[in-house]
């Protein structure tokens, strides 16, 4: 049995930039880092040539054109993986629509288990980019790039999306214990509801083609990626809450549904209970709200907020083989 383990992401600044759509004509950027709450896939062989499936359902086929999982079909079809094997799949949180990138982080650990299984090495930036080709070229999910890098990397980074297709993963290295301080300044809740993210970055994508204003908030959260990895890596922390708080007032006005009446209230809540800055996690809609704000204001914001406050760190490390124990 092998064993995969691949972190979530909270994504800070820039996302929207990361869909073709833009960054093949403007170049895009987003400042992201991977969290310790994971998506765990495990890999065994099944003895009778088989393949059997455990996620949210189960699925038990003898050939691979039977798998109703895009995604496990997808990715097994690019590995050339045709039988005998069970592969089950857990994750700390919800799985989908809660804006953490649990999809791509998913795609991902199947990739690191499935390759780990066939007995080929693999590297962050072979996961990532044959985890984007499956998620947008094969399976046409009208998504970004930034979650696949985010989960196959790990750490806090300046993500570049370049023109050519071309990704770059610039680790920001902080002085000192100021990555603890910024970790202890965050607090995350959920909101209790998830979404689809492919509606949402359907209706960003036609916006973006369409409308100019669009393109110019898109390009002004490029430069505030650029601006925030700059600040973190002098250890400047005092204008992260302006940066994040800038970020999601563009975010907001990109598309239809990115915001709502709720999320609005909750976000307004938390900045008259001492929040400095905040935003929802992902393309919008619901899922996790992230706010920075002295640590000794938390506690206000909770209660303001009304929310589910939930636990986390950063994590340095990108997806990992936890467990591998030949048969």
């Known amino acids: 049995m092998i064993i995969s383990q691949t972190p979530l992401r909270m994504s800070f600044v820039g996302g929207g930039s990361d869909l073709p759509s833009f960054y093949r004509r403007h170049g895009g950027a987003v400042v992201s880092t991977a969290i310790d709450k994971y998506v765990y896939v495990s890999a065994n062989p099944k003895f009778d040539g088989g393949i059997r499936l455990a996620y949210s359902r189960t699925e038990e086929v003898e050939r691979l054109d039977q798998i109703e999982h895009r995604l496990f079909r997808a990715a097994f079809e690019s590995l050339g993986v045709s039988g005998g094997v069970e592969v089950t799949t857990t994750a700390d949180i919800p799985s989908r629509g809660t804006g953490l990138g649990s999809s791509s982080s998913f795609t991902v650990g199947l990739l690191q288990v499935m390759s780990a299984y066939l007995g080929r090495p693999t ?17 046409g999910e009208p998504i970004g790039k930034q979650d696949q890098y985010a989960a196959a990397y790990g750490g806090l980074n300046l993500i570049v999306f370049n023109p050519d297709d071309s990704v770059e993963v610039r680790p920001i290295r902080m002085p000192g214990d100021s990555l603890a301080e910024l970790q202890r300044r965050m607090v995350v809740f959920y909101t209790g509801g998830t979404r689809s993210a492919s509606a949402i970055l359907e209706s960003q994508n036609r916006a973006t ?29 005092e204008s992260f809450g302006e940066i994040l708080k800038e970020n999601w007032s563009l975010k907001k006005a990109l598309a239809d549904g990115i915001t709502s009446d709720a999320i609005d209230d909750w976000h307004d809540a938390a900045v008259a209970a001492g929040a400095e800055g905040g935003k929802l996690l992902g393309a919008g809609a619901g899922g996790f709200m992230a706010f920075y704000a002295p640590p000794d204001r938390h506690d206000d914001i909770a209660r ?9 760190g950063f994590d340095p490390l990108g997806s990992r083989i ?5 048969a």
């Open 209 to 237: 083609e369409s409308d100019p204003a669009a393109r110019r908030g898109l390009r002004r959260m490029v430069e505030l990626a650029h601006l925030l990895s700059d600040e973190l890596s002098a250890g400047r922390l």
């Open 123 to 139: 590297s962050a930036e072979d996961l990532a980019r044959a985890a984007c080709e499956i998620e947008i070229e094969r399976c």
């Open 304 to 312: 303001a907020a009304g929310l589910k406050r939930v636990p986390f």
């Open 322 to 326: 936890v467990f591998h124990k030949s």
